[in-house]
């Protein structure tokens, strides 16, 4: 399994879906298996709920995909917030995909589905990768830059960094 970490607007779902294909397995994204089980999307659930309830939903759902699931994993983007979610993720192949605030405001856009970006986007942005960056680094057993490339070069260093381990 390779587990793909990193902010909003680094490619995770994109990169996870070129990964799974170079690599003839399947990709999962665990935001998709929380609008699945919660049957409405991540931002109505901030809206309704809060965050803690989407966050106790988030795990639920990484530990689940962990235990089940072979192929590429991406996760959302705050996941790796948590403690046990941190520790599931030892001794597999997680890659950060690191990503510049230009490049993310780029690839995020105004963010409206988006709840942790309501008010100035960039400057939320920026707030969530200096929080949020030492926490990837820190789990990650390989960091990708993904700024101004293409998501087909970034599955492809990946896919040779880990090689037979994949």
């Known amino acids: 399994m390779i587990v793909l970490i990193g902010p909003m607007g680094s490619g995770k779902t994109t990169v996870g879906g070129l990964l799974a294909a170079r690599l003839g397995t399947s990709v999962r994204d665990t935001d998709h298996d929380v609008e699945a089980t919660a049957g409405r999307a991540i931002s109505e659930i901030f809206v309704d709920e809060?965050?803690?309830?989407?966050?106790?939903?988030?795990?639920?759902?990484?530990?689940?995909?962990?235990?089940?699931?072979?192929?590429?994993?991406?996760?959302?983007?705050?996941?790796?917030?948590?403690?046990?979610t941190r520790a599931l993720l030892a001794g597999h192949d997680v890659v950060f995909l690191r990503v510049g605030l230009s490049d993310a405001v780029k690839r995020?856009?105004?963010?409206?589905?988006?709840?942790?970006?309501?008010?100035?986007?960039?400057?939320?942005?920026?707030?969530?990768?200096?929080?949020?960056?030492?926490?990837?680094?820190?789990?990650?057993?390989?960091?990708?830059?993904?700024?101004?490339?293409?998501?087909?070069?970034v599955a492809d260093e990946i896919v040779a960094a880990l090689g037979a381990r994949a």
């Not at 966050?55 to 072979?70: F, K, Q, S």
Request: aromatic share 2%.
């Open 50 to 84: 809060g965050e803690e309830v989407f966050r106790a939903l988030e795990r639920a759902a990484v530990a689940e995909a962990l235990a089940t699931h072979d192929g590429v994993l991406a996760l959302g983007g705050g996941a790796v917030l948590d403690p046990d």
């Open 108 to 153: 995020v856009g105004l963010g409206t589905s988006r709840p942790l970006l309501l008010g100035n986007v960039r400057g939320r942005i920026k707030a969530l990768l200096d929080e949020r960056t030492p926490i990837y680094e820190s789990v990650a057993t390989l960091a990708v830059e993904t700024d101004g490339r293409e998501p087909d070069d």
